[in-house]
T-cell receptor, first 114, second 114 residues
Framework: QKEVEQNSGPLSVPEGAIASLNCTYS??????FFWYRQYSGKSPELIMS????GDKEDGRFTAQLNKASQYVSLLIRDSQPSDSATYLC??????????????FGTGTQLKVEL | GAVVSQHPSWVICKSGTSVKIECRSL??????MFWYRQFPKQSLMLMAT?????????EQGVEKDKFLINHASLTLSTLTVTSAHPEDSSFYIC??????????FGDGTRLSIL
C-alpha cells in the first residue's frame, strides 16, 4: 500500500461547479497535511495546509481532514479554467516534528471545462 | 513571504558536464532544504534532505557521489549533478522550510543533457 494515494484522474468538471479531490494516507499517526497545485512545467504551489480534523476554508478552497478515516480532501468551489492543473496531496508521515519531510501522492489532474 | 529562488531555470549541456543548481530562501532562514526530481507525468521524488552545516541525507537509490549537495548557509543550498548523462535529464526542484512551516518550492530547473 502506498503511503499517500490519490486518483490520477483526469477529473473533469464544468466551469462553476465544485471540484472534489480526495487523498488517503496509510500512517495513522501523521499530523500534517498539505495540498499543492502544479501547473504543467511548473513547480508546486502551496494551496492549503490542515492539521486538525474538520474543515478549513480559504477563499474558494476548502480542505477537509478526517484522521479516523485517514482521509483528506480538497474542494474547489466555482471552478475556473485557471484551476486546471495537477493537485498534489502531501503528508508529513509520522508525528509532527519528523523533519518536515513530505510524502507526495501521484497527483490528480483536474480539468475545468468551459 | 516564503519566497524560494532557484537558479538557473533551464540548463542544456553536453554529456559529461557537471551542473550546479542554486536554491535560495529570500525572506526567511531555512532550517532545512529539500531536493526533488520529477520526470514527465510523474510525481515529485525526494532526492535528499539538506540541513545547514551538516551532510545531506540521501534517499535510497540516490547516488550521493553523483548528486553533490552543499548547504553552506541558512539561505543557500546547491545541488551539483556531476558528470551528467542523458538519463539525468529531468526537472529538479528545491524547497525550503523553517520550523514547522510548510515547504515552499523554488521554480525548478529543467536540465537537458545532450
Amino acid at each position: 500500500q502506498k503511503e499517500v494515494e490519490q486518483n490520477s484522474g483526469p477529473l473533469s468538471v464544468p466551469e462553476g461547479a465544485i471540484a472534489s479531490l480526495n487523498c488517503t494516507y496509510s500512517d495513522r499517526v501523521s499530523q500534517s497535511f498539505f495540498w499543492y497545485r502544479q501547473y504543467s512545467g511548473k513547480s508546486p504551489e502551496l494551496i492549503m495546509s490542515i492539521y486538525s480534523n474538520g474543515d478549513k476554508e480559504d477563499g474558494r478552497f476548502t480542505a477537509q481532514l478526517n484522521k479516523a478515516s485517514q482521509y483528506v480532501s480538497l474542494l474547489i468551489r466555482d471552478s475556473q479554467p485557471s484551476d486546471s492543473a495537477t493537485y498534489l496531496c502531501a503528508v508529513i508521515v509520522g508525528p509532527t516534528g519528523g523533519g518536515n519531510k513530505l510524502t507526495f501522492g501521484t497527483g490528480t489532474q483536474l480539468k475545468v471545462e468551459l | 513571504g516564503a519566497v524560494v529562488s532557484q537558479h538557473p531555470s533551464w540548463v542544456i549541456c553536453k554529456s559529461g558536464t557537471s551542473v550546479k543548481i542554486e536554491c535560495r530562501s529570500l525572506d526567511f532562514q531555512a532550517t532545512t532544504m529539500f531536493w526533488y526530481r520529477q520526470f514527465p507525468k510523474q510525481s515529485l521524488m525526494l532526492m535528499a534532505t539538506s540541513n545547514e552545516g551538516s551532510k545531506a541525507t540521501y534517499e535510497q537509490g540516490v547516488e550521493k557521489d553523483k548528486f553533490l549537495i552543499n548547504h553552506a548557509s541558512l539561505t543557500l543550498s546547491t545541488l551539483t549533478v556531476t558528470s551528467a548523462h542523458p538519463e539525468d535529464s529531468s526537472f529538479y526542484i528545491c524547497s525550503a522550510v523553517t520550523a514547522d512551516q510548510p515547504q515552499h518550492f523554488g521554480d525548478g530547473t529543467r536540465l537537458s543533457i545532450l
